[in-house]
């Protein structure tokens, strides 16, 4: 089967980093991508990843190994309105379909 | 973006009524999606539809059926509402051609309560 595991929930300190690992197995791969999404609110595109690397956009960094299934999403000098979940997903075909994690609920903390 | 915008935003109905969601887009894109999302779970796709009058199955179709007559227009019905399909509903769209691949930009949401 296709699945893709995300942490539910972290807690980092405001000035902090923290990293969101995923990790998916899936039929096939056309790319991952970063959605954030505030409580009560569509997901917004944060970044996309096809090839194994890091993309860095700002204060948010994303990574990928396609060999190991894996994925993080860096976010440095964590910001109040990080506060958010953070939904990890995969392109398995052509379609625009995406196959999505659960979300990880980021709390930051004073 | 892809100037999507769903209707209604909230809607408390009771079992066994017919329900539709609207969803508009302004950016003449082939594809459309319905996807809902629930506490527990990722965003699960409905249905979607690559053009006019072309529309596909996702993971958890039943209940519900889809409409495209429009390019502009996707709509999702849920012809016998269940408390089940208490959700909110997303619909999504790629933003504009040749954008980038699989980039999907979402309208506000539904908010569908089943009484």
């Known amino acids: 089967g296709q699945n893709i595991d995300q942490p539910t929930e972290m807690t980092a300190t405001e000035g902090a980093i923290v990293q969101i690992n995923c990790t998916y197995q899936?039929?096939?791969?056309?790319?991952l991508f970063w959605y954030q999404q505030h409580a009560g609110e569509a997901p917004t595109f944060l970044s996309y990843n096809v090839l194994d690397g890091l993309e860095e956009k700002g204060r948010f960094s994303s990574f990928l190994s396609r060999s190991k299934g894996y994925s993080y999403l860096l976010l440095k000098e964590l910001q109040m309105k990080d506060s958010a979940s953070y939904l990890c997903a995969v392109s398995s075909d052509s379609n625009y379909q995406l196959i999505w994690g659960a979300g990880t609920k980021l709390i930051i903390k004073p | 973006d892809a100037g999507i915008t769903q209707s209604p935003r909230h809607k408390v109905t009771e079992t066994g009524t017919p329900v539709t969601l609207r969803c508009h887009q302004t950016e003449n894109h082939r594809y459309m999606y319905w996807y809902r999302q629930d506490p527990g779970h990722g965003l699960r796709l409905i249905h979607y539809?690559?053009?006019?009058?072309?529309?596909d199955k996702g993971e958890v179709s039943d209940g519900y059926s889809v409409s495209r007559s429009k390019t502009e227009d996707f709509l999702l019905t849920l012809e016998s509402a269940t408390s089940s399909q208490t959700s909110v509903y997303f619909c999504?769209?790629?933003?504009?051609?040749?954008?980038?691949?699989?980039?999907?930009?979402f309208g506000a949401g539904s908010r569908l309560t089943v009484l």
């Open positions: 539809s690559y053009g006019v009058k072309d529309t």
């Open positions: 899936t039929s096939g791969f056309n790319g």
């Open positions: 999504a769209s790629p933003p504009v051609l040749g954008s980038g691949a699989n980039v999907l930009t």
